[in-house]
């Protein structure tokens, strides 16, 4: 199946932390996005991970990918008002011939 | 991403009529697509193209049709518009030869349609 999982809502405490997790399907795929979507906008590629990768760190942003459990997860840190937004994670299926989205998870970030 | 442009943003229109919403891009990608969102329905595809002549059905495809016009340009056609159909559109585009095949998929702003 293609279904990416990811919890719908989230509230966070402006400077604080927040976390927000996905579970995606395919075993086989290459790479895995984080895009963000603030409201009247499309989506924007955030950060991506690589497949072979456990972590990756851009900046306030940490990406952790567990193959096993096809689990993933996006820290940002410093959470600013700016952050608040849609946040969709996908993956790659089909050999990289096309994407699956999560639903997305909306934070909203509280001054 | 303005690269990839959407056109109308917004647009109103009535139960039966014919409607065309188009994408062009600048980023000289090959792969084009098409989505629709609902809430709390996340990005659903409608269609997708890998090149000119090149057209295939997404997961909800039923009642839209495309046109891959050029390379650059990629339509989307409501022949009948039905209420339900009102949704938030979304146009986005990869490059298959990107370099160590990380392909991202790049979108327009969106056209938000109401049928009413």
């Known amino acids: 199946g293609e279904d990416v999982e990811q919890s719908l809502f989230l509230s966070v405490r402006e400077g604080d932390s927040s976390v927000i997790n996905c579970t995606y399907t395919d075993s086989s795929s290459t790479y895995l996005y984080w895009y963000k979507q603030e409201p009247g906008a499309g989506l924007q590629l955030l950060t991506y991970?690589?497949?072979?990768?456990d972590m990756k760190q851009d900046q306030r942003l940490t990406v952790l990918l567990n193959k096993k459990d096809k689990h993933l997860s996006l820290r940002i840190a410093d959470t600013q008002t700016g952050d608040s937004a849609i946040y969709f994670c996908a993956e790659t299926l089909y050999g990289n011939n096309r994407l699956a989205f999560g639903k997305g998870n909306q934070v909203v970030v509280i001054p | 991403d303005a690269d990839v442009t959407q056109t109308p943003r917004n647009r109103i229109t009535k139960t039966g009529k014919r409607i065309m919403l188009e994408c062009s891009q600048t980023?000289?990608?090959?792969?084009m697509y098409w989505y629709r969102q609902d809430p709390g329905l996340g990005l659903r595809l409608i269609y997708y193209?890998?090149?000119?002549?090149?057209?295939n059905k997404g997961e909800i495809s039923d009642g839209y049709s495309v046109s891959r016009q050029a390379q650059a340009k990629f339509s989307l056609s409501l022949e009948s518009a039905i209420p339900n159909q009102t949704a938030l559109y979304f146009c986005?585009?990869?490059?298959?030869?990107?370099?160590?095949?990380?392909?991202?998929?790049?979108f327009g702003d969106g056209t938000r349609l109401s049928i009413l």
């Open positions: 980023k000289g990608h090959d792969r």
């Open positions: 986005a585009t990869s490059d298959s030869r990107a370099r160590g095949g990380n392909q991202p998929q790049h």
């Open positions: 991970i690589f497949s072979n990768m």
């Open positions: 193209s890998f090149d000119v002549k090149d057209i």
